[in-house]
């Protein structure tokens, strides 16, 4: 497995050391679902593109980790562990997302390698399925059920990216007022 250190052109992420444990199965998948362990002597540093907003740095960083940790097989199956290529393509979307006033996405690992970014508020959904390779494909549904986003990741148009941002900053709005 090549580690985020080993790529030295990455600008999105960087490891400190390496070490891995050697986990198998449903049984270590659900335990380190309901427990993750604690660092084994690597973490990675996500980098924020323009220097600001440490705590989304600081959240990523964590969940990110602790998602690369899972090994082949966390699902008990043949679910393949998060791919450095998902990992590249989605810190650069998030950052592209999140502002300062927005709610943080929960991420989660998919059977392929990728990486599912969500949020969810009053019904309300944005989900960013990145697969292993990189590929984003955004989806966001209303309350009402009505599919408000359908679009691929595409830098050359970011105009899904504009519209999900412009989406979870309402809905950090709403969360906020009914705090």
């Known amino acids: 497995m090549t580690l985020l250190q ?3 052109a990455n600008t999105v992420a960087t490891w400190r050391s390496a070490r891995r444990q050697d986990w198998r199965g449903p049984v270590d998948a659900e335990a380190f679902y309901l427990n993750p362990i604690p660092s084994v002597g ?3 540093c996500v ?3 323009d220097g600001q907003m440490k705590w989304l740095t600081d959240y990523l ?3 990110i980790e602790s998602l690369m940790r899972l090994p ?3 699902d008990g199956e043949r679910a393949k562990s998060v791919g450095i290529e998902a990992v590249e393509a989605a810190i650069p979307v998030i950052f592209a997302i999140v502002t300062e006033t927005t709610l943080p996405p929960q991420l989660f ?3 392929d390698g990728g990486l ?3 949020w969810h ?3 309300n959904d944005i989900e960013i399925e990145i697969d292993a390779e990189g590929t984003g494909h955004i989806l966001a549904t209303a309350i009402s059920g009505d599919v408000v986003i359908d679009e691929i990741v595409d830098w050359q148009r970011p105009a899904a990216l504009w519209a999900a941002r412009d989406i979870v900053h309402k809905l950090s709005q709403r969360a906020a007022r009914g705090r």
């Open 72 to 74: 082949e097989g966390w």
């Open 47 to 49: 980098k924020s593109p």
């Open 109 to 111: 690992p998919l059977p």
């Open 61 to 63: 960083s964590e969940e």
């Open 42 to 44: 690597r973490s990675i």
């Open 116 to 118: 599912q970014v969500e």
């Open 6 to 8: 080993d790529n030295p």
């Open 121 to 123: 508020v009053a019904g």
